[in-house]
């Protein structure tokens, strides 16, 4: 085979116009476009009014953008404080040399990762059933005096949506620290033993460090992924859930985007969320790259 | 330049499937598109679409589809702003409708049937409350399908058998005393064996049928919040006093839900507010309960008061950009305006009319063996001309939102606090609501296009 010279110049800008094209049309323009309708009131293409600061300005004055953003970021916290720390227990396990099974036991902490948060947020609102559901029907069976009907997703509806996120993400997280763990050096494992160094000492000071920028990304991933939250608590709690505590960021965006036709409204959300994002982003970034 | 092969199949592909993309279309059905949400709605409406269809040429057709109500609601809301195909003809559900009447009078994209109706004597053979709630500004945009009166459905194997008498009972306060030795403990785990009423703080429906049969109200006629009422506060610390606390009466067991119907089959819950579409609902979905349920006037909030409320409702409108408006409404009025299908629609779904001369049907007085041999359709047409009057704010989602998240507040209270009795709670029912008011308030005062003086400046 041999490779042509022969191609005009242009030739390579040919082959790229197909796709920026489509980017330029399907994600640049509607870009530009939603942080000019930011700024906006909007009712159909017909029905425009420039309205300056107004949509930010009322955003910040709204208590349910707060009650979303709580949400969201107590969901967040518990992401990386209760899930990552268990997604890495579990990897640890797992790493464990001479463990048998290790691949079924792989395969089934990852697969509920494989199952559609719709699916899993249904399974949850039958398990959180006040009366009939799984966990009330164990409480009820070990617990003397449990009440035969507790609403879990009216009173604890972050703990319900924890817990749900928990099975789905943990197993998922789990295999990225397995495949860092995988990649650690045993000679430095080895020397720590030899020179006394205890489990924990071994992870603190020669495990954890070497996974640390994998520990790093998995940590952005999970932040992000948690404010990016909402198929889960909209299909588990049927919208907002009760006084909208289960209200999340992106959620409140589509209420008021796509429920209230207020897309000026909603693009102010979305560029306030971005921001945040990309706030946390380099905030994280820095600090890893400080730390290492 | 030269090309390898598969370049060229690669191109030949892109430039074949483009050509296909722009110049085929797919086969449309025949007959104008007739859009429905509900696929009960489109049986009963076949046989008389079929008939139509016989009786007129091919361009006056219809064709009716069914369309999941989200979805409708985005290519309707799609197709009256942004000029996408909008059907002929569509049905359109009550929540749906708030976001209709969302921007200004002159974009609601459907045709105003106002004059229509009053010229043809339409308007005064229709149940007036039922027109209520597609009337925004004084315009009427679609042809109201029901009036969805509601009543008290109870278990009356179990009432009776307490040796009750529901005609004894003509207040809620009458319904908590007279009901009462249904909730004893005989199982002795400390809990009542069964609670008297479904209704729950976190379900909207119920405190929207409670409020409006008190006469309480979201909005006034002008649009103006009113949620912040005192008869709304007295019907919210009543409700509250009926969920909270040791001797509450009410449970959560809600509608189209596994655990909600369980409860009604059990006995678990005694009492449920039953619009006449519900009636239809549990006559297909809980056959178990057929000669042990029977139907009464709700109780009213006070001596001589309302005994009737209503909830959901759907209209049968005329998009603007119709194709032929004149062949449309003359579909609209066949549909909506028979005999026949006001007598298929309570058969099917258990449905009355708001056509007030078709109450007359003796299909409504049948005795029906679900409900104990009670001719229901009679009973949901005597409270027909008593249901009460809505609004069609376009905030009336987020007001019913913000008075649901008032009564869980003052659960909370009330809870906290070891309060349970209405007049006890009054004063924080009222600070509650006035906190939902603002809440709603703001909203309002956001959106440029629901203030009147700005109207006419946003014209295209």
Same mark, same amino acid.
């Given at each position: 085979?041999?490779?042509?010279?022969?191609?005009?110049?242009?030739?390579?800008?040919?082959?790229?116009?197909?796709?920026?094209?489509?980017?330029?049309?399907?994600?640049?323009?509607?870009?530009?476009?939603?942080?000019?309708?930011?700024?906006?009131?909007?009712?159909?293409?017909?029905?425009? /009014?420039?309205?300056?600061?107004?949509?930010?300005?009322?955003?910040?004055?709204?208590?349910?953008?707060?009650?979303?953003?709580?949400?969201?970021?107590?969901?967040?916290?518990?992401?990386?404080?209760?899930?990552?720390?268990?997604?890495?227990?579990?990897?640890?396990?797992?790493?464990?040399?001479?463990?048998?099974?290790?691949?079924?036991?792989?395969?089934?902490?990852?697969?509920?990762?494989?199952?559609?948060?719709?699916?899993?947020?249904?399974?949850?609102?039958?398990?959180?059933?006040?009366?009939?559901?799984?966990?009330?029907?164990?409480?009820?069976?070990?617990?003397?005096?449990?009440?035969?009907?507790?609403?879990?997703?009216?009173?604890?509806?972050?703990?319900?949506? /924890?817990?749900?996120?928990?099975?789905?993400?943990?197993?998922?997280?789990?295999?990225?620290?397995?495949?860092?763990?995988?990649?650690?050096?045993?000679?430095?494992?080895?020397?720590?033993?030899?020179?006394?160094?205890?489990?924990?000492?071994?992870?603190?000071?020669?495990?954890?460090?070497?996974?640390?920028?994998?520990?790093?990304?998995?940590?952005?991933?999970?932040? /992000?992924?948690?404010?990016?939250?909402?198929?889960?608590?909209?299909?588990?709690?049927?919208?907002?859930?009760?006084?909208?505590?289960?209200?999340?960021?992106?959620?409140?965006?589509?209420?008021?985007?796509?429920?209230?036709?207020?897309?000026?409204?909603?693009?102010?959300?979305?560029?306030?969320?971005?921001?945040?994002?990309?706030?946390?982003?380099?905030?994280?970034?820095?600090?890893?790259?400080?730390?290492? | 330049?030269?090309?390898?092969?598969?370049?060229?199949?690669?191109?030949?592909?892109?430039?074949?499937?483009?050509?296909?993309?722009?110049?085929?279309?797919?086969?449309?059905?025949?007959?104008?598109?007739?859009? =429905?949400?509900?696929?009960?709605?489109?049986?009963?409406?076949?046989?008389?679409?079929?008939?139509?269809?016989?009786?007129?040429?091919?361009?006056?057709?219809?064709?009716?589809?069914?369309?999941?109500?989200?979805? =409708?609601?985005?290519? =309707?809301?799609?197709? =009256?702003?942004?000029?996408?195909?909008?059907?002929?003809?569509?049905?359109?559900?009550?929540?749906?409708?708030?976001?209709?009447?969302?921007?200004?009078?002159?974009?609601?994209?459907?045709?105003?049937?106002?004059?229509?109706?009053?010229?043809?004597?339409?308007?005064?053979?229709?149940?007036?409350?039922?027109?209520?709630?597609?009337?925004?500004?004084?315009?009427?945009?679609?042809?109201?399908?029901?009036?969805?009166?509601?009543?008290?459905?109870?278990?009356?194997?179990?009432?009776?058998?307490?040796?009750?008498?529901?005609?004894?009972?003509?207040?809620?306060?009458?319904?908590?005393?007279?009901?009462?030795?249904?909730?004893?403990?005989?199982?002795?785990?400390?809990?009542?064996?069964?609670?008297?009423?479904?209704?729950?703080?976190?379900?909207?429906?119920?405190?929207?049928?409670?409020?409006?049969?008190?006469?309480?109200?979201?909005?006034?006629?002008?649009?103006?919040?009113?949620?912040?009422?005192?008869?709304?506060?007295?019907?919210?610390?009543?409700?509250?006093?009926?969920?909270?606390?040791?001797?509450?009466?009410?449970?959560?067991?809600?509608?189209?839900?596994?655990?909600?119907?369980?409860?009604?089959?059990?006995?678990?819950?005694?009492?449920?507010?039953?619009?006449?579409?519900?009636?239809?609902?549990?006559?297909?979905?809980?056959?178990?309960?057929?000669?042990?349920?029977?139907?009464?006037?709700?109780?009213?909030?006070?001596?001589?008061?309302?005994?009737?409320?209503?909830?959901?409702?759907?209209?049968?409108?005329?998009?603007?950009?119709?194709?032929?408006?004149?062949?449309?409404?003359?579909?609209?009025?066949?549909?909506?305006?028979?005999?026949?299908?006001?007598?298929?629609?309570?058969?099917?779904?258990?449905?009355?009319?708001?056509?007030?001369?078709?109450?007359?049907?003796?299909?409504?007085?049948?005795?029906?063996?679900?409900?104990?041999?009670?001719?229901?359709?009679?009973?949901?047409?005597?409270?027909?001309?008593?249901?009460?009057?809505?609004?069609?704010?376009?905030?009336?989602?987020?007001?019913?939102?913000?008075?649901?998240?008032?009564?869980?507040?003052?659960?909370?209270?009330?809870?906290?606090?070891?309060?349970?009795?209405?007049?006890?709670?009054?004063?924080?029912?009222?600070?509650?609501?006035?906190?939902?008011?603002?809440?709603?308030?703001?909203?309002?005062?956001?959106?440029?296009?629901?203030?009147?003086?700005?109207?006419?400046?946003?014209?295209?």
């Amino acid at each position: 085979m041999s490779l042509s010279t022969s191609h005009p110049r242009w030739t390579p800008y040919v082959f790229i116009a197909p796709f920026l094209t489509v980017f330029a049309v399907f994600m640049v323009y509607p870009l530009i476009q939603s942080i000019v309708l930011a700024f906006r009131q909007t009712y159909g293409p017909d029905y425009v /009014i420039w309205v300056g600061l107004a949509n930010f300005r009322n955003l910040l004055a709204d208590p349910d953008f707060w009650t979303a953003l709580k949400n969201t970021f107590t969901y967040a916290l518990a992401s990386v404080t209760i899930q990552l720390p268990l997604s890495l227990g579990l990897a640890l396990l797992l790493n464990r040399p001479g463990l048998r099974g290790r691949a079924f036991f792989r395969l089934i902490f990852f697969s509920p990762s494989l199952v559609g948060v719709v699916f899993v947020a249904m399974m949850f609102s039958v398990m959180f059933g006040e009366k009939e559901g799984l966990v009330n029907t164990l409480l009820r069976t070990f617990v003397p005096g449990f009440p035969p009907v507790f609403a879990w997703l009216q009173n604890y509806v972050m703990s319900a949506l /924890i817990v749900a996120s928990l099975w789905m993400y943990v197993g998922f997280n789990m295999i990225y620290f397995l495949a860092a763990l995988q990649s650690v050096g045993q000679d430095g494992i080895e020397a720590a033993e030899i020179d006394g160094a205890n489990a924990w000492q071994r992870f603190r000071h020669v495990i954890f460090p070497e996974i640390k920028p994998v520990a790093g990304f998995v940590v952005l991933l999970s932040i /992000i992924g948690s404010l990016q939250l909402f198929e889960l608590p909209f299909v588990l709690l049927n919208g907002a859930g009760p006084e909208r505590r289960g209200l999340t960021v992106v959620m409140y965006l589509y209420q008021n985007g796509f429920e209230r036709n207020d897309l000026g409204f909603a693009s102010a959300i979305g560029w306030t969320l971005a921001v945040l994002l990309i706030g946390l982003a380099i905030g994280q970034r820095k600090l890893m790259g400080k730390e290492e | 330049m030269q090309l390898s092969l598969g370049s060229w199949t690669i191109c030949g592909l892109a430039v074949a499937s483009s050509l296909g993309m722009a110049f085929w279309k797919a086969p449309a059905p025949p007959g104008k598109p007739f859009w =429905l949400f509900s696929q009960s709605h489109s049986l009963t409406y076949m046989p008389m679409i079929a008939e139509w269809n016989k009786t007129h040429p091919p361009e006056h057709q219809f064709n009716g589809t069914v369309i999941a109500g989200p979805a =409708l609601e985005r290519r =309707l809301a799609s197709g =009256l702003l942004s000029g996408t195909p909008v059907p002929d003809a569509v049905e359109i559900e009550i929540s749906m409708a708030a976001k209709v009447y969302a921007g200004p009078l002159d974009a609601v994209g459907l045709v105003d049937l106002t004059d229509r109706m009053n010229h043809e004597g339409i308007t005064a053979q229709i149940n007036a409350p039922s027109l209520a709630p597609w009337t925004t500004h004084g315009r009427i945009f679609g042809l109201p399908h029901d009036v969805h009166p509601v009543l008290l459905a109870y278990r009356a194997d179990l009432v009776e058998a307490a040796g009750i008498r529901v005609e004894d009972i003509e207040t809620w306060d009458d319904f908590a005393r007279i009901m009462a030795p249904l909730m004893a403990d005989k199982d002795r785990d400390g809990y009542p064996d069964r609670y008297l009423l479904g209704v729950w703080e976190t379900n909207p429906a119920s405190i929207e049928i409670l409020i409006l049969q008190a006469g309480g109200e979201f909005f006034d006629q002008n649009f103006k919040s009113v949620i912040n009422s005192e008869t709304n506060a007295r019907v919210i610390s009543g409700i509250v006093s009926w969920i909270a606390g040791p001797k509450r009466i009410g449970a959560n067991a809600p509608n189209f839900d596994a655990e909600g119907n369980h409860l009604f089959l059990s006995g678990g819950v005694v009492c449920c507010l039953m619009p006449d579409w519900l009636a239809g609902v549990w006559m297909q979905d809980l056959p178990g309960l057929k000669g042990k349920v029977k139907l009464m006037p709700l109780p009213a909030w006070e001596k001589g008061g309302r005994r009737t409320s209503v909830a959901g409702g759907t209209m049968l409108s005329i998009p603007e950009r119709s194709t032929d408006v004149e062949n449309s409404w003359d579909f609209a009025k066949r549909l909506y305006l028979s005999r026949d299908l006001a007598e298929t629609l309570f058969k099917n779904s258990s449905i009355i009319t708001p056509i007030k001369t078709h109450w007359n049907n003796p299909v409504y007085d049948k005795p029906n063996p679900y409900f104990c041999g009670q001719a229901n359709g009679r009973l949901f047409i005597n409270e027909a001309p008593n249901v009460p009057i809505r609004t069609s704010s376009p905030f009336r989602p987020a007001a019913i939102q913000a008075v649901t998240d008032a009564i869980i507040r003052l659960k909370q209270r009330a809870e906290a606090q070891s309060i349970y009795t209405p007049s006890a709670l009054l004063p924080f029912a009222r600070e509650e609501l006035k906190r939902a008011e603002a809440e709603v308030r703001s909203q309002m005062d956001r959106n440029f296009f629901q203030t009147a003086e700005n109207q006419a400046k946003v014209s295209p």
